[in-house]
């Protein structure tokens, strides 16, 4: 009986190593994951954030150009205003 039952502590402290080593197996993957999500998290703020740049550069350049049409406009009436009045005359 007395075999018996150290074979079964034996088994058992066995068992218990495995899974102290799978615990510790968990505890590096987990580790591992939440830098992995951690880094994701971190590129994706970067990458709203350049887009944010983006965006705001191309809506510059839009009210720019939108800017340089109105100008261009202005001129052309003023142009055509003066070309009325001398046709006038």
Known sequence: MLLDVRGR???QEERCRALQQQLEQT???VHQAERERAE?????AALRSDNLHIENAERRSYIDKISDLEREQLRLMATQTVAQ???EY
């Open 9 to 11: 502590l034996v088994t």
């Open 27 to 29: 505890r590096v993957m």
């Open 40 to 44: 994701a998290l971190r590129k994706m």
């Open 85 to 87: 009045v001398i046709s």
